[in-house]
């Protein structure tokens, strides 16, 4: 029985949706507008007699194994898409969330911030870190999930899709028939092959929970920690084992950290900070195999010219791969950047399916090119826009400034905490500011406008300014802009570009 007004507003959709309790069939969702127009033409529906929002609707009890809304995931943006249905009205008895985890969604970053802090210095735990605490929002537990009538599924992943049924077929035997489905299955740690030693005892990877208690019951006992990459993860995870006073060494193939955003003299602040803590580096290094004691422990971690590092405890940090099994063959994936591609609603190429967080490939509309972004702003930002535009008449384009910062040394007793930010796209001619005592800025500048900017322990009001920067993409003169004599100095004139 089709019905065309469902989502004329959020009112109108919640009344008829109420309706659908006496109706026994399933319910699917029209998705127009998307580049590829397969979809619409093998409905045999003019696609023209479709709104952008309009959904084909056939009835459903909804009982037993059939729900209106499933997501796929619990992380981050699990966490805040069911705050989005929550907000709308639309979650109690309707939605359903699937995780292979035992927790419900959480705040990710902490785990390889707050939660690998020492024993002693107050560290991160559950339930203190929540969605949606990160973005200063209710904390919610799982409570409040039983609460806003959501059905959480814990330890139990999705292994199969019939997406013509569409039904989701879970780890344990479960059938879910979904109206809408969303997935936010984020990613999966790029591991070290076995037969190199990726699996041996004392090696770590850290993508949730488990991983993290794992990885601090290993640094409570170790003494020589190396660590694998020299990203993110490498810097958080190294800044952590500094806490716990261990021999760390960080072991990376590129000529300085963090070589995708930070440029050679930006790193080199860094890494002397790092060096002033007692961090060792090796860079440009390639490791052939992870060695291993008689009891299959390892024991230090070989490298191209023959030398070994010892290590009682190595935690690889080498990038992680978006989790799109068994979505794969459902779905279209995007072979440049990996992920389910999907438009500027994140709908994706089959009907009722969406894709939010990490895994998704979607349009980054201020810089015209397809993206996929690993990061907690994107997580909850995708997930908040995709359920709007799902519930409401909200039609407009995904609009991300990408995002990131990293915090470490926040533990008690260290003698430097440090957070830096970036914002924008780090293409063009950068131009640093000041001299990381303990400040300092960096610009990005393409044919005389602004693109990026990071900033290293700056004031709430300087960080605030930063997006309003990125976005804008003033013109300023560069010229003006070297000449600055700190880094307050370069922001005001930044700021009297806009």
Request: hydrophobic share 40%; charged share 20%; proline share 5%.
């Amino acid at each position: 029985m089709p019905f065309f007004s469902i989502i004329q507003s959020a009112v109108k959709f919640r009344r008829s949706m109420a309706t659908l309790s006496s109706i026994k069939t399933g319910i699917s969702l029209w998705c127009p507008q998307f580049s590829n127009l397969d979809c619409r033409k093998s409905s045999g529906i003019n696609p023209r007699s479709f709104s952008r929002r309009n959904y084909v609707v056939s009835a459903s009890s909804f009982a037993n194994e059939n729900r209106e809304f499933v997501i796929v995931g619990g992380g981050n943006a699990a966490g805040y898409a069911a705050r989005t249905f929550v907000e709308h009205g639309m979650a109690d008895g309707k939605l359903c969330i699937v995780s292979k985890e035992a927790y419900a969604p959480y705040e990710r970053p902490a785990l390889t911030k707050g939660y690998l802090f020492p024993l002693d210095k107050k560290p991160a735990r559950l339930p203190g870190f929540h969605t949606c605490v990160g973005s200063g929002g209710e904390r919610q537990t799982p409570d409040w999930y039983k609460e806003k009538g959501i059905e959480m599924i814990y330890e139990d992943p999705v292994t199969a899709i019939d997406a013509d049924k569409q039904t989701l077929t879970t780890n344990s035997g479960k059938l879910l028939k979904y109206g809408a489905l969303m997935i936010a299955t984020g990613c999966t740690a790029s591991r070290f092959p076995e037969k190199i030693g990726g699996n041996l005892q004392g090696v770590h990877y850290i993508r949730d929970v488990a991983d993290a208690d794992s990885l601090v019951s290993s640094l409570a006992k170790a003494q020589k920690v190396v660590v694998v990459g020299g990203g993110y993860i490498g810097m958080e995870v190294a800044a952590a084992a500094v806490g716990w006073n261990l021999d760390t060494t960080v072991i990376f193939p590129e000529t300085h950290l963090l070589p995708r955003l930070f440029t050679p003299s930006l790193a080199q602040n860094y890494e002397q900070l790092y060096q002033d803590n007692g961090v060792k580096f090796i860079k440009g290094a390639s490791i052939t195999t992870l060695e291993a004691g008689p009891d299959g422990h390892v024991t230090g971690v070989k490298l191209e010219n023959g030398s070994t590092i010892e290590a009682d405890l190595v935690v690889i940090g080498i990038g992680a791969k978006p989790a799109v099994g068994p979505f794969d063959k459902a779905v279209n994936l995007n072979t440049t950047v990996g992920g389910i591609e999907v438009d500027g609603l994140f709908r994706s190429n089959r009907p009722g399916i969406f894709a939010i967080g990490d895994v998704a490939a979607f349009p980054l509309k201020m810089y015209n090119r397809i993206s996929r972004v690993e990061h907690v702003d994107h997580a909850r930002g995708s997930a908040q826009h995709c359920v709007k535009a799902l519930l409401t008449a909200h039609t407009h384009t995904y609009d991300y400034l990408p995002y990131f910062y990293s915090r470490v040394f926040e533990y008690e007793g260290s003698s430097r905490k440090v957070w830096w930010q970036f914002f924008g796209d780090n293409v063009g001619e950068a131009i640093q500011i000041g001299n990381f005592d303990p400040k300092i800025a960096t610009f990005w500048l393409d044919s005389g406008k602004l693109k990026g900017v990071l900033l290293e322990s700056g004031t709430p009001e300087e960080f605030q300014l930063l997006p309003k920067l990125a976005r804008s993409q003033p013109s300023i003169d560069k010229v003006k802009l070297q000449s600055a004599a700190s880094v307050e100095e370069a922001l005001e004139i930044a700021k009297a570009s806009l």
